[in-house]
T-cell receptor, first 113, second 113 residues
C-alpha cells in the first residue's frame, strides 16, 4: 500500500517560477525523504527530514514537515528546465516487523523554458 | 564512487516464461532492496536484505518471485512464471546500515507479452 500521497499529480510551470509539491501520509514516521526520478532512470535522493524537524533547506530545495497534520511539502525555488522530473515522497516507518521506506505515487513536474 | 549496477536494462518475454535480474550494490553497502515500479506509480518494496539475510519479504509474491543475495554482495531477483501484470521497472537500491538514504540503480524495464 502507498503510505504517502503526493499532490498535485502533475504540475507545469515556467522556468524561474517556484514549484510546490505536497505529501500526506497516514502513520507515525521516523523520517520523510524526497526523491527525484528522471524519465527512464532510477531515483535520486534529494533531502531527508527527521520527525523532530520542521524545516530543512538544501540549495534551491526547502522541505517542511508537520507531524500533527501528517504532511510535508517540497518547494523548488527558481525552477530550471532540468528540474523536469517525477518527485516522490517516501516515509520511513515500521510496517509489519521491519522498518520500510514507502513511496507515494509521485508528482510529475514539467518546467517550460 | 561507482553507483548501483543493474542488468539487463530491458527485457521482453512472453507470459509463463522465467526471467532473472541482477544487481551489484555500491561497495560496502550492507543493505540491498528490490522494488517494483509499475507505470505511473511509486516504487513498491519487494524484498530487503541486510548482508545476505532477508530482513523483510512480506510484499514479495513468493509463489512466483524469488531473490537471493549470495555472500552479501550481488543479488538476483527471479520471476517464474511471469504474468502480464509483472510488466514494470524493477529497481535495485542499496544503503549503509540503517534506513537512511538509498541509492538506486537505473532499473530493469520488463515487458511481459
Amino acid at each position: 500500500s502507498q503510505q504517502g500521497e503526493e499532490d498535485p499529480q502533475a504540475l507545469s510551470i515556467q522556468e524561474g517560477e517556484n514549484a510546490t509539491m505536497n505529501c500526506s501520509y497516514k502513520t507515525s514516521i521516523n523520517n520523510l525523504q524526497w526523491y527525484r526520478q528522471n524519465s527512464g532512470r532510477g531515483l535520486v535522493h534529494l533531502i531527508l527530514i527527521r520527525s523532530n524537524e520542521r524545516e530543512k533547506h538544501s540549495g534551491r530545495l526547502r522541505v517542511t514537515l508537520d507531524t500533527s497534520k501528517k504532511s510535508s511539502s517540497l518547494l523548488i525555488t527558481a525552477s530550471r528546465a532540468a528540474d523536469t522530473a517525477s518527485y516522490f515522497c517516501a516515509t520511513d516507518a515500521v510496517a509489519g516487523s521491519a522498518r520500510q521506506l514507502t513511496f507515494g505515487s509521485g508528482t510529475q513536474l514539467t518546467v517550460l523554458p | 564512487e561507482a553507483g548501483v549496477a543493474q542488468s539487463p536494462r530491458y527485457k521482453i518475454i512472453e507470459k509463463r516464461q522465467s526471467v532473472a535480474f541482477w544487481c551489484n550494490p555500491i561497495s560496502g553497502h550492507a543493505t540491498l532492496y528490490w522494488y517494483q515500479q509499475i507505470l505511473g506509480q511509486g516504487p513498491k518494496l519487494l524484498i530487503q536484505f541486510q548482508n545476505n539475510g532477508v530482513v523483510d519479504d512480506s510484499q514479495l509474491p513468493k509463489d512466483r518471485f524469488s531473490a537471493e543475495r549470495l555472500k552479501g554482495v550481488d543479488s538476483t531477483l527471479k520471476i517464474q512464471p511471469a504474468k502480464l501484470e509483472d510488466s514494470a521497472v524493477y529497481l535495485c537500491a542499496s544503503g549503509l546500515m540503517g534506513l537512511e538514504t538509498q541509492y538506486f540503480g537505473p532499473g530493469t524495464r520488463l515487458l511481459v507479452l
